[in-house]
């Protein structure tokens, strides 16, 4: 690993054993101008031979030189308006109206590891060893402005992570309309462009379209990352799959409005951008005043998607999550949600409890309903005191009732929001978002709280303190369950009031920041009506995310699916439910159900006092399996085989760091008659190691990856066994454990 500069040249390289990103001070203008990013290269003196520069149509910046053209230079974080027409990476306002910028190159620094960002979530490095940092310091005179661009190159992973600060120095006030966490100028259009789409139950639908001219983009301007679309694309060469080819893959550590896209110039040049989204976004930059934006995570994979899923993986599992639950077990947990919604009391929660704890599940989650006079989604969200008729004791005795059954006890909370009925709105109605003198949206019966406002944090925080202080609380689940409208703060001056969904979000990381401090033991889970906030930000505090409210055991093959091309399993919230499912009506088998549930967190939601004797048996020996398995699937590397977008089939698995053993898991959504032979291609073992698969045959690591495990049947000879054996019937799973001999 290292950041190589030529001072002479002002040329900048940084790379470690897998890739390679360079760029350089241009000589006339001092701006920045990028050079490559890819594969690892040689480093060399001079990268001079990478300059390319044609007289063209255009302006140019400088007067008999017809090569100044920024439209025809790759740039590092372009402005726009002085000879570049694409969409800029910032834009600044000054108080006269005008928008131009000049950022010309001043000094760098070379860092060991990795700074913290203040007040934003962040990967980490540990030691000093495991990445360097390069700082550039660009400067506008006329504005008094200093920019300063961070990339941070990992000595052991191929990732590079950008963002940048603006600080002004100036006397002079002016505002940010735009102020992007990267700028990258590809120098070819020969990608596809793939991203997560979807809405309320299913999330994390994977989309992919060829670059095309003009600009494509996904983007969020609902106050969080939202279920629409994810903070994350990617673009992969047309004959990249999981296994093979060239991707690059750029996430945005980041739960608030953003954009990416993709310019694509009528010269073929791709321009990605990603950060905050710049609709309705405007940010003063008082004097002396500084503001940073969020950090982007660029991955590039010569290996496929799998290899670039693989990057994101580790990175986010091992230095995005922090504190006392990255690295530890989780428990298995059961929800009470899909088993009582709201029609619940103390002694129906402990009989669920008590079941639970016969079939060896380890957390019992109260969620929605138990304070105010909450009967339904209409009432008592702010009134964050127990509902005395459901639970006499308050949930200080539950939670003791329930350790006492050697269990641990978690809570659900949706903090961010208020309803009308209660003593939190009396007292402060003008703690919600709204604009004064328009009518006020709601959504599922609430309003959102201003988070942009300290005393609002302050008091939520002392509400949630309340509850918890007293009480043995093991895991929260922190819920938000509707988006911003009527953006409005009535705390902030007219010309602040487009600041209001940053500083929302930045207000809803300090409540995190301040519980998790005074409580790290508690393992937060975050949710926003399943995954509208399932964002690498969001990992930074709460190590899992509730992945979706729909639970049907089909659906989240897609759901998983999609999701795990950024987020880990040890994210990836996932529970046994009931069936009928209650979000599409399927009947699915509980062995099926529990197949793709153990590809992520695992635990259950539905009431397991009504299971059959055999069911809780099925359940018993669930929990004892994923007990056994659960070190493997969090730690393992993980492995997408076979879509559910493509076709009626998915399969995946998950490979042990020392390749001594997998978990296959293979699901086929409908029965079909007389089908062709199926073979399922394993990927990630060893070669010349020798598997066992179920405690049965055993088979190389190089058969299993180039021939496959073989699904059809042998029936020589035995005719009467093949017409009478029996069928699996619709939703199918099949679990193939492999252990080295």
Request: hydrophobic share 35%.
């Amino acid at each position: 690993m290292s950041i190589t500069i030529n001072e002479s040249h002002l040329e900048f390289h940084l790379y470690n054993d897998q890739i390679s990103y360079i760029f350089r001070v241009l000589e006339k203008s001092h701006q920045l101008e990028h050079l490559y990013y890819g594969k690892r290269i040689h480093h060399r003196d001079s990268f001079a031979h990478l300059i390319e520069r044609e007289i063209r149509p255009s302006c140019n910046m400088f007067e008999g030189d017809h090569t100044s053209s920024m439209e025809h230079i790759k740039q590092e974080y372009p402005s726009f308006g002085s000879t570049d027409f694409r969409f800029p990476a910032h834009v600044i306002m000054r108080e006269d109206g005008s928008h131009i910028t000049n950022f010309v190159y001043q000094d760098f620094r070379v860092i060991k590891g990795k700074k913290s960002i203040d007040h934003l979530p962040a990967t980490y490095v540990e030691q000093e060893t495991e990445a360097d940092t390069l700082e550039i310091d660009l400067f506008d005179k006329v504005l008094q402005c200093q920019l300063t661009l961070t990339y941070t190159i990992y000595q052991d992973r191929n990732v590079i992570s950008r963002h940048a600060r603006f600080v002004n120095i100036g006397k002079e006030d002016y505002f940010l309309d735009q102020a992007m966490s990267m700028s990258l100028d590809l120098p070819d259009d020969q990608f596809e462009m793939i991203h997560l789409q979807g809405a309320w139950a299913r999330e994390g639908h994977l989309e992919k379209k060829r670059l095309s001219k003009g600009i494509q983009s996904i983007y969020s301007n609902r106050g969080a990352s939202s279920h629409v679309f994810n903070p994350f694309l990617a673009l992969k060469r047309f004959q990249t799959d999981e296994q093979k080819g060239e991707v690059y893959g750029f996430s945005l550590v980041y739960s608030g409005n953003f954009l990416a896209q993709v310019e694509v110039d009528t010269y073929n040049v791709s321009r990605v951008t990603m950060g905050i989204n710049p609709f309705q976004f405007k940010w003063k930059l008082a004097a002396g005043e500084s503001f940073q934006t969020p950090e982007c995570i660029m991955v590039y994979s010569d290996h496929g998607l799998n290899g670039m899923s693989q990057t994101f993986h580790k990175l986010y599992r091992d230095r995005l999550a922090r504190g006392y639950w990255r690295d530890k077990t989780r428990p298995i947990l059961i929800n009470n949600w899909e088993a009582t919604y709201f029609d619940f009391n103390e002694d129906k929660v402990l009989q669920i409890a008590k079941t639970a704890k016969d079939l060896g599940i380890e957390l019992f989650v109260l969620d929605d309903g138990w304070f105010g006079k909450r009967d339904d989604d209409s009432s008592s969200l702010g009134d964050w005191f127990e509902y005395e008729e459901k639970l006499p004791n308050g949930i200080e005795g539950l939670a003791e009732k329930v350790e006492e059954l050697d269990m641990r006890f978690g809570l659900w909370f949706e903090p961010e929001m208020v309803c009308k009925d209660t003593r939190l709105f009396e007292e402060h109605p003008d703690w919600i978002i709204a604009t004064p003198n328009r009518r006020v949206s709601h959504g599922r019966n609430q309003f959102v709280l201003d988070f942009s406002r300290c005393e609002v944090v302050d008091h939520l925080f002392n509400l949630m303190d309340q509850i918890i202080s007293k009480s043995k609380i093991s895991y929260i689940k922190w819920d938000m369950n509707r988006h911003i409208t009527e953006a409005f703060s009535q705390a902030l001056p007219t010309d602040q009031q487009g600041e209001v969904y940053h500083r929302y979000i930045l207000g809803v990381y300090d409540l995190y920041e301040r519980l998790i401090e005074k409580y790290p033991e508690i393992l937060f889970e975050s949710c926003a009506g399943g995954g509208a906030r399932f964002d690498p930000g969001m990992l930074y505090y709460a190590p899992q995310t509730w992945t979706s409210d729909d639970t049907d055991a089909v659906e989240r093959l897609k759901i998983q699916y999609g999701t795990s091309m950024i987020y880990p399993l040890s994210s990836i919230g996932s529970h046994v439910s009931d069936i009928p499912n209650h979000q599409v009506g399927r009947m699915t088998p509980i062995d099926t159900r529990a197949a793709v549930a153990y590809f992520g967190t695992f635990g259950y939601e539905l009431d397991i006092t009504k299971l059959s004797d055999q069911e809780k048996g099925q359940v018993r020996e669930q929990v004892a399996f994923f007990k056994e398995n659960r070190k493997l699937i969090r730690n393992g590397e993980f492995h997408r085989l076979l879509s559910p977008f493509d076709d009626n089939i998915t399969a995946w698995m998950v490979v042990s760091e020392d390749k001594t053993e997998a978990l296959v898991g293979y699901y086929k959504v409908l029965a079909k008659p007389n089908e062709p032979y199926q073979r399922i291609k394993l990927t990630g073992l060893d070669p010349n190691q020798l598997y066992q698969v179920n405690n049965e045959t055993s088979y190389y690591g190089d058969e299993l990856m180039n021939i496959g495990i073989i699904l059809a049947g042998n029936y020589i000879d035995r005719a009467s066994d093949y017409w009478s054996r029996e069928h699996p019937g619709d939703y199918q799973a099949r679990l193939f454990m492999l252990k080295a001999l």
